[in-house]
């Protein structure tokens, strides 16, 4: 039973740039959440996804979009890519609308660096 | 306003000591969950626990145990008998409710290191 993946490991841009983070959801599950780790803090909420609609959004820019498939498969997009950006970018995932009694399962995460 | 916080930074150990990890949170919700991953250097969120807002019992599993004191709004973590896999960053988190589903707040994390 293949758990959440996320792809690619690692990224490095440079500022302005536009960048795509893809994720994977472990089997079964429908709902996907983005999450951004800056370096020493806990994760922070961006935005999460359920039947290919945006269902709920953190305090992030228009900056960061997203998307999700058909297959529940999703991708994280940031433009114009700033220092600030720089960080561990995980993906969650849990079956149905997540209510308050699910679990939500992390994937590895991306590692943004911005130069 | 919804939040958590784990006032320890930085924990280190000798193998087989055992170690608490301190969380409190704040929450205007009756209904709530509070949860606790691990984060070893691969940078994967590895689930521990959930527990919710109406049950208070203490929680055992092998070496880990979780006291929810919902009077004082802790939901603690202690390893017993620590040993040098231990080694990780161990976050507490909330979950908050929103419009449509629900969201993880997590605290800034404690590094737990285990020296052998």
């Known amino acids: 039973d293949a758990g959440v993946t996320q792809s690619p490991t690692h990224l490095i841009k440079t500022r302005g740039q536009q960048v795509t983070l893809r994720c994977s959801p472990k089997?079964?599950?429908?709902?996907v959440s983005w999450y951004q780790q800056a370096l020493g803090q806990g994760p922070q909420f961006i935005f999460q996804y359920y039947e290919e609609e945006e269902r709920q959004r953190g305090n992030f820019p228009d900056r960061f979009s997203g998307h999700q498939f058909p297959n529940y498969s999703s991708e994280l997009n940031v433009n114009a890519l700033l220092l600030g950006d720089s960080a561990l970018y995980l993906c969650?995932?849990?079956?149905?609308?997540?209510?308050?009694?699910?679990?939500?399962?992390f994937g590895p995460g991306t590692r943004l660096t911005v130069l | 306003a919804q939040k958590v916080t784990q006032a320890q930074t930085e924990i280190s150990v000798v193998e087989k000591e055992d170690v608490t990890l301190d969380c409190v949170y704040e929450?205007?919700?009756?209904?709530?969950?509070l949860f606790w991953y691990k984060q070893p250097p691969s940078g994967e969120l590895v689930f521990l626990i959930r527990r919710n807002s109406f049950d208070e019992q203490n929680e055992i599993s092998g070496r880990y145990s979780w006291n929810f004191q919902k009077s004082t709004s802790s939901f603690n973590f202690t390893i017993t008998a620590s040993q040098v896999v231990d080694s990780a960053v161990y976050f507490c988190?909330?979950?908050?409710?929103?419009?449509?589903?629900?969201?993880?707040?997590f605290g800034a994390g404690t590094i737990l290191r285990v020296k052998s």
């Open positions: 969650a995932s849990n079956p149905g609308l997540a209510g308050l009694t699910d679990t939500q399962y």
């Open positions: 929450t205007r919700d009756t209904t709530y969950y």
């Open positions: 988190a909330l979950s908050v409710t929103m419009e449509y589903g629900n969201k993880l707040v």
């Open positions: 089997s079964g599950h429908d709902t």
